[in-house]
């Protein structure tokens, strides 16, 4: 929308440099009219957080991880997060993993697509992910550091 409103403004802005352009003066020039522009917000649009008021991601999800690279290692999780807004921050627990087995985590929502990281100490390993239709599901990959061996991979979890 906001790039339909800078169309018709930058249209407008031309016509007028033509119209200068073209020598005509304001003696002769026509009465401008005035255009008012509504903008509408549609139904079920993001708030003002980027978040759709609906999307409350707050709880404990319990999920499984694989890694894809360079490893085929599973385990599980356990993720307890707290929303305000489009910002998430709560804990992580890690089953399975020679590398990590709790930490922080902190990221944000945004529409249905989440990101966040888990951190402990040196250990930091980021998550993306979609959340799937009536948030009861997420799923998406993770990438962990140089201190986990670079592990990327895919997890899946559920309220």
Do not use: E
């Not at 409350?56 to 997060?81: K, V």
């Not at 489009?86 to 990221?107: D, E, F, H, K, N």
């Amino acid at each position: 929308m906001k790039l339909s409103l800078f169309r018709a403004l930058a249209l407008i802005a031309a016509v007028g440099l033509l119209l200068g352009a073209c020598g005509v003066s304001s003696a002769h020039a026509p009465t401008p009219t005035t255009t008012t522009i509504v903008l509408q917000t549609p139904t079920g649009a993001p708030t003002a957080s980027g978040t759709p008021a609906s999307l409350d991601l707050s709880g404990t999800w319990a999920g499984t991880w694989q890694d894809t690279s360079p490893d085929t290692a599973t385990g599980g999780f356990t993720l307890t997060w707290t929303q305000a807004g489009s910002s998430l921050s709560g804990s992580i627990t890690i089953t399975g993993s020679r590398c990590i087995s709790t930490a922080t985590v902190s990221g944000s929502v945004a529409g249905n697509v989440i990101t966040f990281g888990a951190v402990k100490g040196q250990v930091t390993v980021t998550y993306d992910g979609t959340v799937g239709p009536g948030n009861t599901t997420i799923k998406g990959n993770y990438h962990a550091g140089p201190t986990c061996g670079n592990a990327t991979g895919a997890w899946t979890a559920t309220r």
